[in-house]
C-alpha cells in the first residue's frame, strides 16, 4: 500500500476518520451499557425502598409522587399492602460542610420515622460521613421511632434530643434539616387526615444564623445553606 503523503489534508482525513470511528465505539458502548445501568440503578432504588418501608406489595419505585417546596422538587415513594397505605420513602437532601447529602427517609403511615437511607454525601471520611449509621436504630444520635411533627429533630446544642455526630455538628444538622423536611413534603402530600399525625412541620423551614440559645430555627430548606456552611469553629 503507498504511503500517504504528510499533509495538511491528509492529516485532516486522517483525524477525521479517527473521530468517526471512536464516535461510533462510544455510541455503541453507550447503547449497550443503557439498560444494564439503568437496571441496576432502578434496584439500588428499590432496596433502599424496601429498607426504609418495608413490608408493602406494590412498587413505590415505579410511579413516585413528585411534591414541590420553595423551588425544590422532593420524591415520594409511596407503599401499599393489600392496597392500604402503609407509608412511603421521601428523597430529600440538605448542604453539609462538605457539600451536598442526601437521604430517603421512610415514614409509616403516622408519620414516625422507620428507617433511612444515606444516598450520596460529600462529608469527611470517618467523621461527617458517619451519617450513613449514626442515626440509624442502636445508634448514638438513633432517630426510629421519631416524629419530626409532634418535635422537629434537633441536635442537643441546639436544645434538641439527638446527640450530633462526634466533631461533626455541622453535617448532622444539615442531616436532620434533610429529615425534617422529608416530614414535612410527606405531610403536605398526606390526604389520610385521620391518620393522627401531627402537622407541626408543614414545609420546610427557612434557616437563621442565630445562636442555638435563641428562638429562631435552625432548619433550613435545602436551598438555604449559608448559615449551615458559615457556622463558627468549623464541622464541630
Do not use: C
Not at 434537633?154 to 455526630?165: N, P, Q
Amino acid at each position: 500500500m503507498k504511503k500517504l503523503d504528510s499533509s495538511l489534508k491528509n492529516m485532516l482525513l486522517s483525524l477525521t476518520g479517527f473521530s468517526v470511528v471512536a464516535g461510533a465505539l462510544l455510541g455503541w458502548v453507550n447503547d449497550v451499557t443503557a439498560d444494564p445501568i439503568a437496571e441496576a440503578s432502578a434496584k439500588t432504588l428499590s432496596d433502599a425502598i424496601a429498607l426504609v418501608v418495608p413490608g408493602f406489595d406494590n412498587n413505590p419505585a415505579e410511579s413516585p409522587e413528585e411534591v414541590e417546596a420553595d423551588g425544590v422538587t422532593y420524591k415520594v415513594y409511596r407503599a401499599t399492602k393489600g392496597g392500604e397505605f402503609i407509608g412511603a420513602a421521601v428523597e430529600s437532601s440538605a448542604n453539609g460542610f462538605g457539600g451536598a447529602l442526601s437521604v430517603l427517609v421512610g415514614f409509616d403511615a403516622e408519620g414516625n420515622i422507620i428507617d433511612y437511607s444515606l444516598l450520596s454525601h460529600a462529608e469527611t471520611p470517618g467523621l461527617g460521613s458517619k451519617a450513613a449509621d449514626w442515626f440509624k436504630k442502636g445508634g448514638k444520635g438513633d432517630i426510629t421511632g421519631k416524629n419530626p411533627g409532634q418535635s422537629l429533630l434537633k441536635v442537643t446544642k441546639d436544645g434538641g434530643e439527638i446527640d450530633a455526630i462526634t466533631a461533626s455538628t455541622i453535617t448532622s444538622r444539615a442531616f436532620l434539616q434533610a429529615v425534617n423536611n422529608a416530614y414535612a413534603v410527606y405531610m403536605e402530600g398526606e390526604t389520610d387526615a385521620s391518620s393522627g399525625a401531627s402537622r407541626q412541620a408543614e414545609a420546610p423551614a427557612e434557616v437563621s444564623d442565630t445562636d442555638a440559645s435563641s428562638s429562631a430555627t435552625l432548619y433550613a430548606h435545602p436551598s438555604d445553606t449559608a448559615s449551615l456552611n458559615n457556622q463558627k469553629g468549623g464541622d464541630l
